[in-house]
C-alpha cells in the first residue's frame, strides 16, 4: 500500500478555483491508478475523478466532467484536482485513493486512501 496526503482544500467563493494535491509515500507510485472522491455531510462518499497509472486513462463524474481535470505528475509522486466553476454543490470533504489496477469508479476498490480535505463553497 501507499501513504496518501492531500493538501489544498479551502474556502472559496462560487465560481472560484482551487487545486488539490494529493502526494503519495513510496518510490511506486507510477503503478498506481489514482482518484479522487468527495463526502459531504450526510452522504455518501462519491466518484469525482479517476487516472491511469501512465495518465492515459481518466474518468469524471457526470457533474464535474467540464469543471474538473485530474493530472499527475508521477516524477513528484503527486497526483492533483483542478477544480474550476465552482458551486456550492461541490462543497465536500475530498479524499485521494490509490490502486493498483486501471480506472475504475468503486471505491471499494481502492486499497489506499488520504486523510481528507475540506473544500467550502460559497454563494
Known amino acids: 500500500q501507499v501513504e496518501l496526503v492531500e493538501s489544498g482544500g479551502g474556502l472559496v467563493q462560487a465560481g472560484g478555483s482551487l487545486r488539490l494535491s494529493c502526494v503519495a509515500s513510496g518510490r511506486t507510485f507510477r503503478r498506481y491508478s489514482m482518484g479522487w472522491f468527495r463526502q459531504a455531510p450526510g452522504k455518501e462518499r462519491e466518484f469525482v475523478a479517476a487516472?491511469?497509472?501512465?495518465?492515459?486513462?481518466?474518468a469524471y463524474e457526470d457533474s464535474v466532467k467540464d469543471r474538473f481535470t485530474i493530472p499527475r505528475d508521477n516524477a513528484k509522486n503527486t497526483v492533483y484536482l483542478q477544480m474550476n466553476s465552482l458551486k456550492p454543490e461541490d462543497t465536500a470533504v475530498y479524499y485521494c485513493a490509490a490502486r493498483l489496477s486501471g480506472v475504475t469508479q468503486a471505491p471499494d476498490s481502492f486499497a489506499s486512501w488520504g486523510q481528507g480535505t475540506q473544500v467550502t463553497v460559497s454563494s
Open positions: 487516472i491511469s497509472w501512465s495518465g492515459s486513462s481518466t
